[in-house]
């Protein structure tokens, strides 16, 4: 799912419509922000999810920008923003693999 671009073949007269610009500037910087919030999860929680969280309001806002109201570009970016901020909470580190006791075998 790539908004911007379903976003920029609509139609040609969407194409000239501002929002199409600020919908590329939200989903660059979103994925941006939500690939750095994952990196920086594992050592600290707390920054991580700020970081995903931003990138999810970014693309759940980015819609009040359009000239045209078209539903798919808007459907897009506010489900993955929404997905942005909804797993913001969950996020954290890896837990570390437990250790088996000598002599037991994992399950398969």
Known sequence: MWG?????TI?????????????????GVGGILGVLGLIVAQKRPMPGRIALAIGGVLLVAVPFAYEN????PIATSVVL???????SVFLGPMPAPRRMPEGHEARP
């Open 69 to 72: 109201r078209a539903l798919l």
């Open 11 to 27: 139609s040609s007269r969407v194409t000239t419509d501002q929002g199409a610009g600020y919908n590329w500037f939200a989903f």
């Open 4 to 8: 911007p671009l379903i976003f920029s």
């Open 81 to 87: 923003g929404a997905a942005m901020l909804v797993s």
